[in-house]
């Protein structure tokens, strides 16, 4: 059973536009969403990571929204710059350090110039 | 930039081979994780150590085992490689209270 849904699978965006990656989760026991980005060949490496007591966190042109209510969960890029182009995962887990991560299938996102 | 390192990157052998995947930190952290990683699946927990002589399976059932003698080194072991085992393994490392993992950059493995 998938922990947390990631949508789209893929993504295009113009230079310079927003990109925007959604995700889902069901269990209410999360606690720490982190935001994972991958270039080919590399390993994930962190991103931005929010806890539920925010409704927004906001690093640089990378910002996560928060909705408890709707257990949901989104990054923005904005300004999107081809050197963005890369896949990204959302994860959920139990509490900050806890020893499993659920992890998103992952967003293909295209900067095109 | 990450100290965890992966060895080999891309390996390629027959089925029925023993096959063992190196991973070595230098950030001195306690916990260690090996993840699988199929291209548009979401990345899965195989196994984790806490540290030294501490090892625990994931929520993926892999029949690959792991050991953990040293704080730094985290090998993952396969005694009869299968088609099925094809994939990415991430291997990665956090300190004890932080939630950030840092992954080494994967062993592709393709099993013939």
């Known amino acids: 059973q998938q922990q947390v849904k990631q949508s789209p699978q893929s993504l295009i965006v113009q230079k310079g536009g927003i990109s925007i990656i959604n995700c889902a989760y069901e269990n209410t026991a999360f606690d720490y969403f982190p935001w994972y980005q991958q270039f080919p060949g590399k390993g994930p490496a962190l991103l931005i990571a929010?806890?539920?007591?925010?409704s927004e966190k906001k690093e640089g042109r990378f910002t996560i929204s928060f909705n408890k209510s709707a257990k949901q969960f989104s990054l923005h890029i904005m300004d999107s710059q081809p050197g963005d182009s890369a896949t990204y995962f959302c994860a959920a887990s139990g509490r900050v350090g806890a020893n499993n991560l659920f992890f998103g299938t992952g967003t293909r996102l295209t900067v095109i110039p | 930039e990450a100290d965890i390192y992966q060895t080999p990157r891309y390996l390629v052998i027959g089925t029925g081979k023993k096959i063992t995947l190196e991973c070595s930190q230098t950030m001195g952290h306690d916990k260690m994780y090996w993840y699988q990683q199929d291209p548009g699946m979401e990345l899965h927990l195989i196994h984790y150590?806490?540290?030294?002589?501490?090892?625990e399976k994931g929520d993926l059932s892999s029949e690959s085992t792991v050991s953990r003698i040293r704080t730094e080194h985290f090998p993952l072991t396969l005694e009869s490689a299968r088609p099925s085992h094809t994939s990415q393994y991430l291997c990665?490392?956090?300190?004890?209270?932080?939630?950030?993992?840092?992954f080494g950059e994967g062993s592709r493995l393709t099993v013939l």
């Open positions: 929010i806890r539920p007591d925010v």
């Open positions: 150590s806490y540290g030294v002589n501490s090892t």
């Open positions: 990665a490392s956090s300190g004890w209270s932080s939630g950030e993992l840092f």
